[in-house]
């Protein structure tokens, strides 16, 4: 069955950096878009950034855009996203998703900035 998991969510201060990570299993990685959403508390879910299947294209949300790297490893089945000068307005619950038709999405992993 599909899996996508998340990892390195965690505490980090106002300009500070983290790694987060998606591991994914079960339909061919390579071939597909994949994405990364947050969403905040009272707040809805947001796309940050997404890649194209062969890593061609990226795009990003103006809010990170020049902070934040979306990449990915497809011999690994790999997604990444690379966040810098983090700020406390990026504090969400972060999402890894395959958006094409059937959706699935991962569990989610926390990202709070704070001092």
């Known amino acids: 069955q599909v899996q996508l998991v998340e990892s390195g969510g965690g505490l980090v201060q106002p300009g500070g950096s983290l790694r987060l990570s998606c591991a994914a299993s079960?339909?061919?990685?390579?071939?597909?878009?994949m994405s990364w959403y947050r969403q905040a508390p009272g707040k809805e879910r947001e796309l940050v950034a997404a890649?194209?299947?062969?890593?061609?294209?990226?795009n990003y949300a103006d809010s990170v855009k020049g902070r934040f790297t979306i990449s990915r490893d497809n011999a690994k089945n790999m997604l990444y996203l690379q966040m810098n000068s983090l700020k406390p307005e990026d504090t969400a619950v972060y999402y890894c998703?395959?958006?094409?038709?059937?959706?699935?999405w991962g569990q989610g992993t926390q990202v709070t900035v704070s001092s």
């Open positions: 890649i194209t299947g062969g890593g061609g294209r990226i």
């Open positions: 998703a395959k958006v094409a038709t059937p959706q699935y």
């Open positions: 079960g339909f061919t990685f390579s071939s597909y878009a």
